[in-house]
């Protein structure tokens, strides 16, 4: 299962908008997509990288909230072609979508806190670096076992190749 929100992080430029698809299983952002515009292509760029990522063979269920981006036909489309099915948080409840609320939450907290972009660039640049050198590679989670999401994964899968 993987969950999707969006975050917008403000620059002197105006917002930059942050898509992301993060996979449950180890708590690793398998795609995401920043963008001057929240719209469908933000969340289906995301959606796009995950798939490209994980290329699932199963299907996969995708979490996202009731934004109008994720219930676009768009993208629906796009999910029914890569074998993915939607689900939607209940309305006015963001407990839902809690897992990718909290990694918000470590955005705002580790990099963003109150700071303001010079530029939209700046921006995707220390995202860029915070999710593929530090979160995915570094951060341990409680979730598994105190470990990356990276190191998680890879001991996963070789404890498999051994059996």
Request: with cysteine; hydrophobic share 40%.
């Amino acid at each position: 299962m993987w969950v999707s929100d969006i975050i917008y992080i403000r620059t002197h430029e105006g917002f930059l908008y942050l898509a992301t698809v993060m996979d449950l299983f180890s708590r690793r952002i398998v795609g995401w997509s920043m963008d001057k515009n929240m719209d469908k292509q933000l969340v289906i760029n995301a959606l796009l990288m995950a798939v490209y990522q994980r290329q699932p063979k199963a299907e996969v269920i995708v979490h996202s909230d009731q934004g109008s981006q994720y219930g676009s036909s768009d993208y629906l489309a796009f999910m029914k072609a890569h074998n993915l099915t939607p689900s939607m948080s209940r309305r006015g409840n963001c407990h839902d979508n809690a897992v990718a609320e909290s990694f918000f939450a470590t955005i705002k907290k580790r990099i963003v806190k109150r700071n303001i972009y010079s530029t939209r660039n700046d921006a995707k640049a220390e995202i860029f670096n915070f999710i593929e050198m530090f979160y995915n590679l570094k951060n341990r989670h409680s979730h598994t076992g105190g470990v990356s999401p990276a190191k998680y994964e890879e001991t996963y899968f070789s404890k498999l190749e051994t059996v």
